[in-house]
């Protein structure tokens, strides 16, 4: 009996890695691109999630000129502030973004429809 190996459980947390990655502040942080019906045909296209380094009136001002819409910056309570277009833009929004380098690819959501 006293060959035996005697294993005493301890505790495991299955979850204290994915807890130690989420210490790098914008590690995975995604840029979501979505879509709100407003009435009829009428659409908004909304972008949030860019980093608060770039400017975001700037970004505006040529997503404007390239796709031909108005659009706004407004600032959410929740999410910060968030870029708002019109009509349905977001695989215009999204090349752009990539193009621009502003994100990579891989950071991007496009939600909606």
Partial sequence: MSDLDVQIPTTFDPFAD???DDSGAGAKE???IRIQQRNGRKSLTTVQGLKKEFSY???LKDLK???CCN???VQDPELGQ???LQ???RKN???FLVQAGIVKKERIKIHGF
């Fill in 30 to 32: 995604y840029v979501h």
């Fill in 18 to 20: 994915a807890n130690a």
């Fill in 82 to 84: 968030v870029i708002q």
């Fill in 57 to 59: 009136n700037k970004i």
């Fill in 65 to 67: 000129r390239e796709f």
């Fill in 87 to 89: 009509g349905d833009q």
């Fill in 93 to 95: 929004v999204s090349n």
């Fill in 71 to 73: 659009g706004t910056v």
